[in-house]
């Protein structure tokens, strides 16, 4: 089936650096990519939407200068946190998917520690 | 808005017991519904969907029906295996402003013991 890695799995960093995350579908080109975020017991919120070349669409109430997406190619989607503060401390997964399809093949998440 | 309410964990079973994890939705027109499995350091599988009602979604032993008369999407397996341990996720696709939105329950936790 599809996969999707992300890339780092762990990340700590300190308050007021920027943290980079990688997503990439391995064996599809990814029209579409989904960036989520989870907190402890809470669902995923979508958190912005890209298409391959345009500009990321971004949730109400996500700041887009804060979380910056690029997705460059078909099967590399970044996640920037710029200025990084202790509550942006979260899980973050992203998502795939294909021209045409409706599913979304997940990646295995990465996991923020702002101190 | 369009939301997803699942019943919250963690449970706990012995292998080969009945499991039933409920799923209730509120949504504006017709949704489809998701089940996704989320093993232990993996990402998110997609483990059955419905698209409309009365469908039923079925994969690896595990069933959901799409009752819209109840707005639920229960998932149920008859005997599960140690194997089947795991967050389980209901959700909802939205077509919100011409783009397609999962919207996610709180996900609940399932160990099987053998």
């Known amino acids: 089936g599809a996969v999707v890695s992300q890339h780092p799995s762990w990340v700590i960093c300190k308050s007021g650096t920027s943290v980079k995350i990688e997503c990439r579908s391995l064996?599809?080109?990814?029209?579409?990519m989904f960036w989520y975020r989870q907190f402890p017991k809470q669902s995923l919120m979508l958190m912005a939407t890209?298409?391959?070349?345009?500009?990321?669409?971004?949730e109400q109430g996500v700041e887009k200068d804060k979380f910056l997406i690029n997705h460059a190619s078909l099967t590399l989607s970044t996640l920037t946190v710029t200025s990084a503060h202790p509550e942006d401390s979260s899980f973050y997964i992203c998502?795939?998917?294909?021209?045409?399809?409706?599913?979304?093949?997940f990646g295995p998440g990465t996991r923020l520690l702002v101190l | 808005g369009n939301s997803v309410t699942q019943m919250e964990g963690p449970v706990t079973l012995s292998e080969e017991a009945f499991l039933t994890i409920n799923c209730t939705y509120t949504?504006?027109?017709?949704?489809?519904l998701f089940w996704y499995v989320q093993y232990p350091g993996e990402g998110l599988q997609l483990l059955l969907k419905?698209?409309?009602?009365?469908d039923k979604g079925s994969n690896k032993g595990f069933e959901a029906t799409y009752r819209k008369e109840t707005t639920s999407f229960h998932l149920e397996k008859g005997s599960v295996q140690v194997s089947d341990s795991a967050v389980y996720f209901c959700?909802?696709?939205?077509?919100?402003?011409?783009?397609?939105?999962?919207?996610f329950g709180k996900g609940m936790k399932l160990t099987v013991n053998p």
């Open positions: 064996d599809f080109q990814a029209t579409t």
């Open positions: 949504a504006t027109g017709y949704p489809s």
């Open positions: 959700a909802l696709i939205t077509t919100q402003g011409g783009s397609e939105k999962l919207v």
């Open positions: 419905a698209t409309k009602a009365d």
């Open positions: 998502s795939a998917r294909s021209g045409g399809g409706e599913t979304q093949y």
């Open positions: 890209s298409n391959e070349g345009s500009k990321a669409t971004y």
